[in-house]
């Protein structure tokens, strides 16, 4: 008897079109903060929904799988979060979804793992995505690491506080001074104060009701961000991780609530449903480095993919770097001989100014960077890149569908 032919779409490598990332706004976590009231989980829901107001020629009978990050996945950022999600937002019940952690870069592991699903042929359209209640789960809520970890030194104590990996950063790389960081920090608020003005921040925010002792509101904006920050305010700020240290409130992004999520594709299949194609996946990778010094992770992950993709960092024409912190983005930025003022860099400011809702942000990196494309078509090539606990780093590199062939 005959073979059975396989079909053309099983083990296909496609191309992965990003057809449009949202958010909700980013609040200040704690019992003051926009989503004090609200449910980590309903932040998912409300992407998940205004993805598909935003798209009704996608069927949502189409959408292949839910894909959402949570770095603490408990209560309500528990319970496979990504199935969880997807029942509340309406999608039907055949839609599957699971939960992802990679803990800063869990929404960008969610996309990189849909990603893979796609270009394999597994999937054609999938929604992936990511969320952080800071306020409801604070950073190391329930951990137990493993006493062989820190007790027979596998890796150095610091290792487990963000803050003082930053301080590390900064010992390793003195060039880093405390005042190229803050100056980096009030450009990163400047940045954003801007972009907000202009209207380039705001159109991928989706406004959530919100419950506080005044009643119900509409959270529409982001609400960490300082506008008017200048390197003299920061100057004498606490350094809370190390007396005498040179990472401050003011240089590191903050504590934050929120939810992001986009819908990828592979391209022909959005091509036939009519659904945009925004950028195209080139790469992606993960790194591994020294735990305490987490946030250099971004460079040997950039370097193997640009190894890997046969790009050189001259070809980037744009770059969305999480802020977890000033430093870790300098060390990054040093390392490429790129000046910290580079417009190509950032250029809506970071997560210093809007927030870091840890496993969300990687979609926030990525919608911004594709709204970046559509505004340059003499962009061929892009980069989002994040520092991760634990001593890693994600950089995903994307192509510009609206590149005009001209230069960069
Ligand atoms: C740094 C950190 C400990 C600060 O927390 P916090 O003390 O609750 O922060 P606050 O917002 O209250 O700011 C502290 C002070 O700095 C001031 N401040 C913060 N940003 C400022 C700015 N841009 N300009 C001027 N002052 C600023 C605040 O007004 C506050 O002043 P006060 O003490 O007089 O009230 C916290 O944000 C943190 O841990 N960040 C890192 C998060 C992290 O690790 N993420 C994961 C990355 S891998």
Redesign the pocket.
């Known amino acids: 008897m005959a073979a059975t032919p396989l079909a053309p779409t099983a083990r296909a490598v496609r191309t992965v079109a990003f057809v449009e990332g949202v958010r909700t706004p980013f609040g200040k976590a704690g019992d003051k903060g926009i989503y004090a009231n609200t449910r980590a989980d309903d932040l998912v829901v409300k992407v998940i929904r205004e993805l598909l107001r935003r798209h009704p020629e996608l069927p949502p009978e189409r959408v292949d799988d839910v894909a959402i990050a949570a770095t603490t996945q408990t209560g309500d950022q528990g319970l496979t979060i990504g199935r969880t999600a997807a029942l509340l937002a309406g999608l039907p019940r055949s839609v599957p979804g699971y939960a992802i952690d990679r803990m800063?870069a869990g929404a960008m592991t969610a996309v990189t793992t849909v990603a893979g699903g796609i270009g394999f042929g597994a999937y054609d359209i999938a929604i992936a995505g990511g969320v952080e209640h800071m306020g409801r789960h604070p950073?190391g809520e329930g951990v137990d690491p493993n006493p062989r970890i820190v007790a027979d030194r596998l890796v150095d104590p610091s290792a487990l506080v963000?803050?003082q990996t930053a301080e590390n950063l900064h010992d390793r790389f003195p060039a880093i001074t405390k005042r190229r960081a803050d100056e980096y920090?009030a450009q990163s608020?400047e940045r954003y104060a801007d972009a907000v003005k202009a209207g380039k921040i705001g159109p991928e925010l989706v406004p959530v009701a919100i419950r506080s002792e005044l009643g119900w509101g509409l959270a529409t904006e982001d609400e960490p961000p300082?506008p008017g920050?200048t390197v003299e305010?920061?100057a004498n700020?606490?350094t809370?991780f190390r007396p005498h240290g040179r990472?401050?409130?003011?240089n590191?992004?903050?504590?934050n609530d929120g939810a992001t999520g986009a819908i990828l594709a592979d391209e022909e299949t959005a091509r036939e449903l009519g659904l945009p194609v925004a950028m195209r996946m080139v790469g992606y990778s993960f790194a591994g480095v020294d735990p305490e010094v987490?946030g250099v992770g971004p460079v040997p992950a950039t370097e193997k993919l640009l190894k890997r993709t046969g790009l050189s960092i001259d070809d980037i024409g744009l770059f969305e770097i999480n802020e977890?912190?000033a430093v870790q983005v300098l060390a990054f930025l040093d390392h490429f001989g790129i000046d910290q003022t580079d417009p190509r860099v950032n250029p809506w400011g970071g997560a210093i100014a809007c927030g870091?809702p840890?496993a969300s942000s990687g979609v926030r990196l990525m919608t911004q960077l594709s709204r970046q494309f559509a505004e340059h078509p003499e962009v061929r090539y892009g980069i989002t890149t994040m520092?991760i606990?634990l001593g890693m780093g994600g950089t995903v590199i994307w192509e510009n569908p609206a590149y005009d062939g001209s230069d960069k």
């Open positions: 800063c950073m963000m803050g920090a608020q300082r920050t305010t920061l700020l606490k809370p990472v401050t409130a003011g590191a992004a903050g504590l987490m977890a912190f870091h840890l520092c606990g």
